[in-house]
């Protein structure tokens, strides 16, 4: 049985710990928060003591940690939680800031413990298919991705300000899913974006509307589309085009009732509202992969460079969209 604390008793975090505590092969047996109130609710719900990041690190009967917390905490809470002999599995993204993403990898190299970052929609079960179609040769080379990202609405300015921005902080998923998906980061990046869903997102010098297209050095493309509002609902999409035919992964409906009537027309349930009811059997997935890691020794399914990778992304669209130039992924930037 894997003994493991939460750090991070927010909204993300309550996820993490149900999962924890569901799974056969964990036990959720602290919890620790910069809000003590919140820790206390969340260790009341099950039964587990509140204690102090000093104390979680020290406890030598802690096998592992999720890292739950506001994102500039990311890098140092990987390195203690290492260091002191722990695996970590991380939210994502490593680090708001690339360079320190880069040190982080580098100061956990030699303390031998197995880190995964959170990017919790590879293992959402209809895009986990679309992968391992890919995989499978069933439709060629990988050619054209495209990747459909909105929000159902926008998140409050006061969090925008913090978030390190809309391609560190939303399109960071798509990224990833992008860099998985082709077999590997793309070679440059090219960004435009508008902040035309609310002015106070533009004010605080973020945009809420962008299409970023990735190239890869053999020709291969990915465009990923992402909005702040969606009023009808959380919509997530994935198309690949590729040599010998086609995969598309669509939206989770409310329901699958489809009405035809000759009044109406043909109309089907909105997509499910936000992401906590889309990808709660994700996060459930991931947590699952990430035990199972562990237990086997085997790799962890998304790494610490993995994490890297999809942040020189965001890197690099942030840099593209100010210069409305094309931005270049160098090796450098992925840690290489």
């Not at 008793?9 to 710990?17: E, L, M, S, W």
């Not at 010998?244 to 329901?255: D, P, T």
């Not at 936000?274 to 399914?301: C, D, K, N």
Request: proline letters at 5%.
């Amino acid at each position: 049985m894997m003994r493991v604390a939460l750090l991070g008793a927010g909204r993300i975090g309550q996820v993490h710990a149900k999962a924890i505590a569901a799974h056969p092969g964990s036990q959720l047996v602290a919890v620790t928060d910069v809000f003590p109130a919140a820790a206390e609710a969340l260790g009341a719900v099950h039964g587990i003591p509140v204690r102090s990041l000093d104390e979680i690190l020290a406890d030598d009967a802690i096998d592992a940690v999720l890292i739950a917390t506001s994102t500039d905490t990311h890098s140092d809470l990987i390195e203690q939680a290492t260091a002191a002999g722990k695996a970590v599995l991380c939210e994502k993204p490593v680090d708001l800031s690339l360079e320190r993403a880069l040190a982080c990898q580098s100061r956990t190299a030699a303390n031998g413990q197995p880190i995964m970052i959170g990017f919790n929609r590879r293992f959402d079960p209809n895009f986990a298919a679309l992968k391992a179609a890919v995989d499978a040769g069933e439709i060629g080379k990988p050619e054209l991705l495209a990747i459909t990202s909105f929000d159902p609405a926008p998140p409050p300015v006061s969090y925008v300000k913090v978030s390190g921005g809309l391609f560190r902080d939303m399109m960071i998923h798509d990224f990833d899913m992008a860099c998985w998906i082709m077999g590997g980061a793309p070679a440059r990046v090219t960004a435009v974006g508008s902040s035309v869903v609310d002015p106070g997102i533009g004010a605080a010098g973020d945009v809420d509307t962008a299409v970023v297209t990735l190239a890869w050095a053999d020709g291969r493309i990915a465009v990923i589309k992402n909005s702040r509002r969606a009023g009808y609902g959380y919509d997530q999409r994935l198309e690949l085009l590729g040599s010998e035919g086609l995969l598309q992964a669509g939206n989770v409906l409310e329901n699958t009732l489809r009405k035809t009537t000759t009044a109406a027309g043909a109309q089907s349930a909105k997509p499910l509202h936000f992401f906590l009811e889309r990808y709660m059997r994700a996060y459930e997935a991931e947590w699952a992969a990430f035990v199972t890691a562990i237990q086997s020794g085997g790799r962890m399914p998304v790494t610490l460079s993995d994490g890297i990778a999809a942040l020189a992304c965001a890197e690099a669209a942030t840099l593209s969209r100010t210069s409305g130039q094309s931005v270049e992924v160098t090796p450098a930037m992925l840690g290489a």
